[in-house]
Structure formats: C-alpha cells, structure tokens
C-alpha cells in the first residue's frame, strides 16, 4: 500500500490509493470536539451536521482545528452582518472587514469539503440513489 493515510471505502469497485480529485472516504469521521456554547445557535445546529456529514469522513484528526477555526469565523461572519450600520459611509470599514472574512471562509470552506462545489472538487460523493446526478462521475 502507498504510503500516507490508510483510508476504507464500502465501494467495492473503488479505486485505493490518493488520486486527485478522488477523495477516499473513512468508515467514518474524526471525533469532533462539541460546538462552542459562545456560537450562535445556527452556527452549532451547522457544525453537528457537517460533524456528522460525508464530507467529515475525508477529514483526518489533525485537519479538525482547521475546521473549528472555519466555524469559529462563519460565526463571526454572521455577527458581523448584524451590526453593520445603514449609513453607507460608517458601513465601509465593517463591509471591508466582512470581505476579508468571507475570504477566509471561502478558502477553508473549499479545503473541508463544506458546500456542494467544495466537496464535488473534492471528489467527495454524497448522493448514491440511482439516477442521481452525481452517477456521471461514478461512471467515468
């Protein structure tokens, strides 16, 4: 076996070995730590979902602070949406900030598998009932 992560898949026809765009999938995911009780409710109902999710079975132990980070500024994000003021001229230092920070989001939502574009470059397939759209890439 190549060297890097040992990784299980229930497919029988899947492919072992790291290919790129080919996310190999544990049996399942990491141990999360719980959902910070500081976060918005959204935001912890958010982070137990994914937690739980296909996507979190790609990860390994070590990229988990990566992902509480991730939840930690999407929590941010949605703070700082409610107190950015009406006046056009107060909101542009806010607004300059939030453009940051939906950056980061974006950046480290794209490397978790979190979103539907993130986790099919990622290669990560979610849906398995027949006819679903992801069966063009079962397929090739």
């Known amino acids: 076996m190549p060297a890097g992560r040992p990784r299980t898949s229930a497919?029988?026809?899947?492919?072992?070995?790291?290919a790129l765009g080919d996310?190999?999938?544990a049996a399942a995911a990491?141990?999360?730590?719980?959902?910070?009780?500081?976060?918005?409710a959204e935001t912890r109902r958010t982070y137990g979902e994914y937690a739980q999710s296909q996507s979190a079975k790609a990860l390994r132990p070590e990229d988990l602070p990566v992902v509480r980070r991730l939840f930690d500024y999407i929590d941010r994000l949605s703070r700082f949406w409610d107190k950015v003021p009406d006046d056009p001229d107060e909101a542009r230092g806010p607004l300059q900030a939030i453009r940051v920070l939906q950056d980061l989001v974006s950046k480290l939502s794209r490397e978790v598998g979190f979103g539907p574009s993130a986790r099919q470059s990622l290669g990560i397939r979610t849906e398995t009932r027949p006819g679903s759209a992801l069966d063009v890439f079962r397929q090739s």
């Open 23 to 25: 996310a190999e999938l």
């Open 11 to 18: 497919d029988p026809n899947a492919h072992h070995g790291r």
């Open 30 to 40: 990491p141990v999360f730590l719980p959902a910070r009780v500081t976060w918005l």
